[in-house]
């Protein structure tokens, strides 16, 4: 299988590093609906740097390069379907 990556600069530590985002985007992870997840800042901001790009965003992708999950198979794993419900929830309470 073939993944086509989306150009996310990655730290060493696995920690997913982005450029400033625009302040809404600030906004919603600080507000106190959306929690102190570092996972789920990391996954908006990765959602809203594939938008503004134009790149769909992968669920290989996003489980490893947001979740740190290894050898991931979709068919086997809804890890990112259940982050992004959870996301969508965040997000509609805000």
């Known amino acids: 299988m073939i993944y086509q990556l989306v150009t996310v ?3 060493v530590s696995s920690t997913v ?4 985002m625009d302040p809404l985007v ?3 992870i600080q507000s ?3 929690g102190r997840s570092e996972t789920y800042a990391n996954l908006l901001r ?3 740097a594939c938008s503004a790009a134009g790149n769909p ?3 290989v992708t996003i489980a490893v ?4 999950k290894t050898n991931f198979d979709s ?3 809804s890890t990112v379907r259940v982050y992004m419900y959870k996301l969508r929830k965040k997000l509609a309470d805000y």
Do not use: N
């Open 75 to 77: 068919s086997e794993s």
């Open 26 to 28: 600030d906004r919603i």
């Open 65 to 68: 390069e947001i979740l740190g």
């Open 57 to 59: 965003p992968k669920e």
């Open 46 to 48: 990765y959602l809203v």
């Open 17 to 20: 590093s982005f450029p400033r």
């Open 9 to 11: 600069p990655v730290t």
């Open 32 to 34: 106190k609906s959306f």
